[in-house]
Nanobody, 126 residues
Framework: QVQLVESGGGLVQAGASLRLSCAAS????????LGWFRQAPGKEREFVAG????????AYADSAKGRFTISRDNTKNTLGLQMNSLKPEDTAVYYC???????????????????WGQGTQVTVSS
């Protein structure tokens, strides 16, 4: 069992940067694949970025490539998402998630994740 708590959301203008953090407690997060998802009003929750349990392999949604960077610190049990050049369409609630799948692959689908945080709101004004 692992508990996830996100932080770092807020209201920013287009072009600004934000860094989201996710603190994991309980079983060490190094045993899990981790990921960020987001959900905008009226839309499905979508994959943003993920990192594998083994090897730190990363993957991004097309909308995040070149602007967002996912990182993990297994010594601190934290997951980060650096978001640069933010756009109004990035406005959403951002969720941290953990998957028990211990392998070299990045989990990209909601069903592959076992634990979720409560979310943090990111609002980008134009």
């Amino acid at each position: 069992q692992v508990q996830l708590v996100e932080s770092g959301g807020g209201l920013v203008q287009a072009g600004a940067s934000l860094r989201l953090s996710c603190a994991a407690s309980g079983r060490t997060s190094s045993s899990y694949a981790l990921g960020w998802f987001r959900q905008a009003p009226g839309k499905e929750r979508e994959f943003v970025a993920g990192i594998s349990a083994i090897g730190g392999i990363t993957a991004y949604a097309d909308s995040a490539k070149g602007r967002f960077t996912i990182s993990r610190d297994n010594t601190k049990n934290t997951l980060g998402l650096q978001m640069n050049s933010l756009k109004p369409e990035d406005t959403a609630v951002y969720y941290c998630a953990a998957s028990r799948r211990y392998n070299f692959f990045v989990m990209k689908y909601r069903a592959e994740y076992d634990y979720w945080g409560q979310g943090t709101q990111v609002t980008v004004s134009s």
